[in-house]
């Protein structure tokens, strides 16, 4: 691949970025005088910034390049669909061929009765369509007072009104006057950070019961659905104890509320499944999906919707739409993309050849002085760093102050490498192959042990 050469000196477009580019999730002052990565070409799971660094993107983007990058094919259909029809909207009784053939293909993937596609251009747009599609519905049937969202503490659901409300990430809900009303939170099973003395199974079931005590408490002709990530993704991939989905089940199906299975990171075979829902063995009433959908080649995203719920709802007006609902180069893009992951079973490849491996080199990094657990499942993984694994105690700093540090080492060494407080997280491309495993593990260890030298050189590891 030809590096592309034609682009401004760094320093240049570094300053133009600060002067003029406003980044999401960023205070964006600390970086006035280094200025942003400027990152100019990918190609499989491997980046290259301006400067010619080559790095090794474990976080597949942000957790939705699940074919990896510089897929020609995607590509090309793109081009030919804007060509012949770069957009027509699907408002008014109109429809076109790409939005039509993605629906249908999602129907046949998605599980159970899961048959109906409303789209959006993103995860956070699909869980506003969520929560004005469910309310309506309730008030369809005559319940208009089922209107209560139970969503969970540390959750992360998009970053619009309703998204960020959905979520639960306490600094998200301080700005812009969230959560909106009728959205109640409950714990999250993270038996790491929360579990205290009880097993993870027994905690597992403990947090899964306060969906109960909560339905209970506000009533259930007050509660419309119960909405939760299968594995929470940017809470810092946090895997749930095996007792926690089937109790939730059970909840959801005693009380007459909707589940709705957020998807946007576990769907499309991140976990080793079509979607994280068949991993955790739930049956959602709604999918919210984007991300792994395009493979982040273009922007959509959507709800994938049960026969009941859409049945009701189509019985009536639903006044909701975006312009690019349903965008048909964004559909041709997504469908080419299904087409590669099922053609090239790579679904297959990650459940019984690269996550295994993944998992044993993974789970391995808990010997490492610096790490407590190691938890994977599929192709998304976490560790937590702490000073003392038996008693599971944090850094005497902020929490997070350990983690940047080891992210900063991670970019050092060429490799994307988030952390979440102080838990680092990974979520590569699927299309990972063994080779490129070891490099993760080889750089994540280095950056594991210059971490683990500078906290006990600033007298932070005690
Ligand atoms: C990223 C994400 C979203 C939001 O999707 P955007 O496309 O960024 O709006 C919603 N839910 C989950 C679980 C996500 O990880």
């Given at each position: 691949m030809n590096a592309i050469t034609n682009h401004l000196p760094t320093a240049e477009l570094q300053a133009l970025d600060v002067a003029h580019h406003m980044h999401p999730f960023s205070t964006q002052n600390d970086f006035n005088d280094t200025g942003a990565r400027v990152i100019t070409q990918a190609k499989g799971v491997t980046l290259t910034d301006s400067e010619g660094a080559q790095i090794l993107d474990a976080m597949a983007g942000l957790w939705c390049v699940n074919i990896g990058y510089g897929r020609e094919e995607l590509a090309d259909v793109a081009a030919r669909q804007m060509r012949e029809l770069p957009y027509y909207n699907t408002f008014f009784k109109t429809t076109h061929v790409p939005v039509i053939a993605l629906s249908a293909k999602l129907a046949e993937l998605a599980p159970g009765d899961l048959n109906h596609v409303f789209y959006a251009g993103s995860g956070s747009e699909a869980n506003d369509t969520n929560m004005r599609l469910v309310r309506h519905y309730w008030s369809a049937k005559g319940k208009p007072s089922k209107t209560i969202f139970i969503s969970r503490k540390?959750?992360?659901?998009?970053?619009t009104m309703a998204g960020a409300s959905l979520g639960g990430m306490v600094p998200m809900h301080?700005?812009?006057?969230?959560?909106?009303?009728d959205v109640h939170h409950i714990n999250q099973p993270n038996w790491w950070a929360e579990?205290?003395?009880?097993s993870p199974e027994e905690f597992g079931l403990q947090r899964a019961q306060e969906l109960e005590e909560a339905i209970l408490e506000l009533g259930e002709d007050r509660v419309a659905a119960f909405i939760a990530e299968p594995i929470q993704g940017a809470g810092g991939v946090i895997v749930p104890p095996e007792t926690y989905w089937p109790e939730i089940q059970r909840i959801c199906d005693k009380y007459e509320i909707l589940l709705i299975a957020d998807e946007v990171i576990c769907g499309f075979g991140r976990t080793g499944n079509w979607f994280g829902s068949q991993t955790v063995g739930i049956k959602p009433h709604i999918m919210s999906i984007a991300k792994g959908l395009s493979s982040g080649y273009a922007p959509i995203g959507g709800s994938i919707v049960c026969d009941e719920v859409a049945e009701v709802v189509a019985a009536t007006e639903f006044n909701h739409g975006y312009t690019y609902s349903g965008h048909p180069v964004a559909c041709a893009v997504a469908l080419e993309n299904l087409r590669i992951i099922e053609e090239e079973n790579i679904i297959g490849h990650v459940r019984d050849d690269v996550a295994p491996y993944l998992k044993e080199k993974w789970e391995a990094l808990a010997d490492h002085p610096l790490v407590g657990e190691a938890k994977i499942v599929g192709m998304m993984g976490s560790i937590a760093l702490t000073p003392n694994k038996e008693t599971r105690a944090p850094f005497a700093?902020?929490?997070?102050t350990v983690g940047y540090k080891c992210r900063e080492h991670c970019f050092g060494n060429n490799l994307v490498m988030r952390h979440v407080g102080d838990r680092m997280i990974i979520s590569p491309p699927?299309?990972?192959t063994r080779d490129e495993v070891d490099t993760l593990i080889e750089r994540a260890t280095r950056a594991l042990d210059l971490t683990f030298e500078q906290i006990k050189a600033e007298d932070l590891y005690k």
């Amino acid at each position: 691949m030809n590096a592309i050469t034609n682009h401004l000196p760094t320093a240049e477009l570094q300053a133009l970025d600060v002067a003029h580019h406003m980044h999401p999730f960023s205070t964006q002052n600390d970086f006035n005088d280094t200025g942003a990565r400027v990152i100019t070409q990918a190609k499989g799971v491997t980046l290259t910034d301006s400067e010619g660094a080559q790095i090794l993107d474990a976080m597949a983007g942000l957790w939705c390049v699940n074919i990896g990058y510089g897929r020609e094919e995607l590509a090309d259909v793109a081009a030919r669909q804007m060509r012949e029809l770069p957009y027509y909207n699907t408002f008014f009784k109109t429809t076109h061929v790409p939005v039509i053939a993605l629906s249908a293909k999602l129907a046949e993937l998605a599980p159970g009765d899961l048959n109906h596609v409303f789209y959006a251009g993103s995860g956070s747009e699909a869980n506003d369509t969520n929560m004005r599609l469910v309310r309506h519905y309730w008030s369809a049937k005559g319940k208009p007072s089922k209107t209560i969202f139970i969503s969970r503490k540390n959750a992360y659901h998009g970053s619009t009104m309703a998204g960020a409300s959905l979520g639960g990430m306490v600094p998200m809900h301080q700005q812009g006057s969230l959560p909106i009303p009728d959205v109640h939170h409950i714990n999250q099973p993270n038996w790491w950070a929360e579990g205290g003395d009880m097993s993870p199974e027994e905690f597992g079931l403990q947090r899964a019961q306060e969906l109960e005590e909560a339905i209970l408490e506000l009533g259930e002709d007050r509660v419309a659905a119960f909405i939760a990530e299968p594995i929470q993704g940017a809470g810092g991939v946090i895997v749930p104890p095996e007792t926690y989905w089937p109790e939730i089940q059970r909840i959801c199906d005693k009380y007459e509320i909707l589940l709705i299975a957020d998807e946007v990171i576990c769907g499309f075979g991140r976990t080793g499944n079509w979607f994280g829902s068949q991993t955790v063995g739930i049956k959602p009433h709604i999918m919210s999906i984007a991300k792994g959908l395009s493979s982040g080649y273009a922007p959509i995203g959507g709800s994938i919707v049960c026969d009941e719920v859409a049945e009701v709802v189509a019985a009536t007006e639903f006044n909701h739409g975006y312009t690019y609902s349903g965008h048909p180069v964004a559909c041709a893009v997504a469908l080419e993309n299904l087409r590669i992951i099922e053609e090239e079973n790579i679904i297959g490849h990650v459940r019984d050849d690269v996550a295994p491996y993944l998992k044993e080199k993974w789970e391995a990094l808990a010997d490492h002085p610096l790490v407590g657990e190691a938890k994977i499942v599929g192709m998304m993984g976490s560790i937590a760093l702490t000073p003392n694994k038996e008693t599971r105690a944090p850094f005497a700093a902020d929490t997070g102050t350990v983690g940047y540090k080891c992210r900063e080492h991670c970019f050092g060494n060429n490799l994307v490498m988030r952390h979440v407080g102080d838990r680092m997280i990974i979520s590569p491309p699927l299309v990972m192959t063994r080779d490129e495993v070891d490099t993760l593990i080889e750089r994540a260890t280095r950056a594991l042990d210059l971490t683990f030298e500078q906290i006990k050189a600033e007298d932070l590891y005690k």
